[in-house]
């Protein structure tokens, strides 16, 4: 049964700092890997989506790399902003169309 | 990107009554939507593939008859919880599939009193 774990669960950092955020899986036969932004009691917006032949994809301030082989993708965020406070997810798709979604790391960047 | 919509955004219902919440892909035809839903503090739980044209295929634990779905168009899915109960509370969300990537609404959150 594939697992979604993220850490860490939440982090503060002050605005300007760099920082890195963890998924792993367990299962590395997976199709794509996506993260994503959500704010309190809103929907999710998608960041950045990694295809299996992917090791990485980059938006702006954040880059997002994969390694299946270890079953761990990072979200790297550049100069953070307080804007970028959020619950970031990160979700595998095994197959099927169905996502697989980690707890999510609850980021709060300072001013 | 693509834009999924979603209403309402909340909703408050007496204990017993059905609600329905809608999906709309708005700028792409989605032959599947999915439903989620998630709890305080905890992540996303799918429920249900939304077929469009046919019947919905629901996650083991998941009740047939207590969440009802139709996809009666490539753009529309809806998700209707009869007889509500406190427990049904919770924060709902849709999401479609656009090419390789998958969008969200922007989640109905229920409360049953």
């Known amino acids: 049964k594939q697992e979604v774990t993220q850490i860490p669960a939440a982090l503060s950092v002050p605005e300007g700092e760099n920082l890195v955020l963890n998924c792993s899986f367990t299962?590395?036969?997976?199709?794509?890997l996506q993260w994503f932004r959500q704010d309190p009691g809103k929907g999710l917006t998608s960041l950045l989506l990694i295809q299996s032949s992917q090791r990485e994809q980059t938006s702006g301030r954040l880059n997002a790399s994969l390694d299946k082989s270890s079953g761990r993708s990072t979200l790297y965020i550049a100069a953070s902003q307080p804007g970028d406070s959020a619950t970031y997810l990160c979700?595998?798709?095994?197959?099927?169309?169905?996502?697989?979604f980690g707890t999510g790391t609850r980021l709060k960047v300072l001013a | 990107g693509a834009v999924v919509s979603q209403h309402p955004s909340r909703v408050i219902c007496k204990s017993g009554t059905s609600v329905k919440i809608e999906c709309r892909s708005l700028d792409f035809q989605a032959t599947t939507m999915f439903w989620y839903r998630q709890f305080p503090k905890k992540s996303l739980m799918l429920m249900a593939t939304?077929?469009?044209?046919?019947?919905?295929?629901?996650e083991q634990g998941v009740e047939k008859d207590k969440f009802l779905i139709n996809h009666a168009s490539l753009t529309l899915s809806t998700l209707t919880v009869t007889s509500a109960h406190p427990e049904d509370s919770s924060f709902y969300i849709c999401?479609?599939?656009?090419?390789?990537?998958?969008?969200f609404g922007s989640g109905t959150q229920l409360s049953v009193l």
């Open positions: 999401s479609a599939r656009d090419q390789n990537e998958l969008f």
């Open positions: 299962d590395s036969a997976i199709y794509n």
């Open positions: 979700a595998v798709e095994p197959g099927t169309y169905k996502y697989i």
């Open positions: 939304s077929n469009e044209g046919s019947k919905a295929t629901y």
